[in-house]
């Protein structure tokens, strides 16, 4: 019951804050809002309260799948005592959000598809039980494109995720929960999966910082899998701080080799980054590299046009192939042993029912264990060679490129969208720049480059060669200072308005689901 009381007092403060004090603990980082923590400016609780009311309040964006009040201010009550203590890790105190597919110990993982709804394995992922030792504080489970085979987060079974810039328009994803969760100021950082792009995405099209490290850097066991050699967690937040400080928890690296902007070397390949950009998209992708250059970067124009050629046997291949064995093992694996055909027969969304059931009824044809050995050994090692080859050849630090070559979209039954005037293929052309550091293994750093005329956030990233990760975040944090900062979101509620907060129905509803623990 003490404990009641206190979340209600807590939850209650947040609501009267948001009146009276307006938002400012919202636009902190994580790092900034531990310092203040640690000055007794505020409590975990409050800070946590705070971010809870503003899910609510933005409820509609249907940032979440596991999302429970109790459970997420027990875990701030808790960083608050070890604060007292002065037992708190690196990481205390700071809020965190975990895309839905990673195993967590307070919600099922249910990668956003009906068969694994009660789903709930015994084991933490290794990379959220590193960050939570370290004190980081678990607000919930986001929602997600249906076992990430997907980028709009348009799920037919837990509903669509919305652009926080925009509710008429798509999140990007496949963690397009964890993006919009974070642009919207309910968590500054979250974890999601990166397959081909599902961190960068939807990072873009939201205006903040989304991070895939070079695979295997990150302990992706106790996730729901699509690809061993190319599925990987990844970072993303408003702060490359923040992404940096939960990278020194996860790899126990604290190197930070220094970057200076008038000494960078970046890599441009026009003829296949570049090509075909949204109207809108390459008027902020032509301003941006402008303020680089002006900042002292060089440019170094490379011709990349056999990349694809390069690439393709290295592509969907793979992924097809492994998906099969990756996931019925991990669904045997599990404490329900689900199976394959309760997995297949029950997928709601029907881009993800088309292709996860071709896959397994081999209407979507497979490699052979022979092909796939030549294609890991040979084709992969290849296409590698010659991307990072280009990077390296030209002595660059890494390569430049958009993100995505257009802003968000709306959803649409045809799975298609509008690029200058024409419907193209929603999947392909959202990853068309991002798989190829993902094929690779390399890490890749979607940065927020600015707004359209239209309002959208567009990204622009930073590709490096393995392994070259902790001078990638410094660069992206360089490249990022020399670029005006990406306005917080317009479609998006801060307070409840006018209605004093007690009387707010967005408070009533937050006190009733609290009630349920009495």
């Known amino acids: 019951m003490e404990k009641v009381v206190v979340v209600v007092v807590a939850i209650l403060s947040a609501a009267v804050v948001a009146q009276i004090e307006g938002d400012y603990r919202l636009e902190l980082t994580g790092l900034e ?5 640690q000055a007794r400016e505020f409590s975990v609780q409050s800070y946590v309260a705070r971010l809870l009311y503003q899910a609510v309040l933005n409820e509609d964006v249907n940032a979440f799948i596991g999302f ?37 110990p307070d919600y099922p993982c249910t990668a956003g598809t009906p068969a694994l709804v009660d789903n709930d394995p015994d084991i933490t992922n290794p990379v959220v039980a590193d960050l939570m030792n370290a004190g980081a504080v678990l607000l919930g489970t986001t929602n997600m494109h249906e076992l990430a085979f997907g980028i709009t987060s348009d799920n037919y079974w837990t509903g669509p995720v919305l652009n926080p810039y925009d509710r008429s ?24 999966t990166d397959t081909g792009g599902s961190v960068r995405i939807p990072a873009a099209l939201n ?9 295997y850097r990150y302990d992706s066991s106790s996730v729901v899998p699509i690809s061993t050699y190319r599925d990987t967690i990844g970072l993303m937040a408003r702060s490359m701080a923040d992404i940096r400080a939960f990278d020194e928890v996860i790899t126990d690296d604290f190197t930070s080799p220094p970057v200076v902007l008038s000494n960078l070397r970046l890599a441009v390949d026009r003829s296949t980054f570049f090509t075909g950009l949204d109207a809108e998209t390459q008027v902020v992708m032509d301003a941006a590299l402008a303020a680089l250059t002006a900042a002292g970067v060089e440019l170094v124009e490379v011709d990349a046009s056999d990349t694809f050629a390069t690439f393709e046997p290295c592509s969907s291949n793979v992924v097809f192939y492994e998906f099969v064995p990756n996931m019925t093992s991990y669904l045997a694996s599990t404490p329900n042993q689900y199976s394959t055909d309760e997995l297949v027969s029950q997928i709601a969304s029907p881009d993800v029912a088309g292709v996860v059931g071709g896959i397994f009824s081999g209407d979507i044809p497979r490699m052979t264990q022979q092909e796939y050995d030549t294609t890991i050994t040979v084709s992969c090692e290849n296409f590698k060679d010659y991307y990072f080859g280009l990077i390296t050849d030209v002595s660059a630090d890494g390569f430049i490129l958009p993100t995505t070559v257009l802003p968000a979209r709306p959803n649409s039954p045809t799975f298609e969208v509008e690029l200058n005037g024409e419907d193209v293929n929603a999947f392909f052309t959202y990853i068309q720049n991002t798989e190829y550091a993902a094929t690779a293994q390399g890490p890749g750093i979607s940065i927020p480059a600015g707004l359209t005329v239209s309002g959208l956030p567009v990204g622009i990233e930073i590709d490096g060669v393995p392994n070259s990760d902790r001078r990638l975040i410094n660069i992206a944090e360089a490249v990022a200072s020399a670029l005006a900062p990406t306005p917080r979101p317009a479609d998006i509620l801060y307070s409840a308005g006018s209605v004093p907060a007690i009387f707010s129905v967005s408070f009533l509803s937050v006190l009733a689901a609290l009630l349920h623990i009495l």
Request: avoid cysteine; hydrophobic fraction near 40%; charge should be positive.
């Open 33 to 37: 809002a531990q310092e203040r923590i």
């Open 169 to 192: 328009l798509f999140a990007g994803g496949s963690s397009g929960g964890s993006g919009a969760g974070v642009a919207a100021r309910m968590a500054p950082v979250a974890l999601g």
């Open 68 to 104: 429970d009040i109790p459970t997420a201010m027990n875990r701030a009550i808790e960083a608050d005592i070890r604060e007292r203590q002065g037992t708190g890790g690196l990481l205390n105190g700071i809020p965190f959000l975990v895309k839905d597919n990673i195993q967590t």
């Open 207 to 215: 205006g903040i910082f989304g991070f895939r490290p070079t695979q």
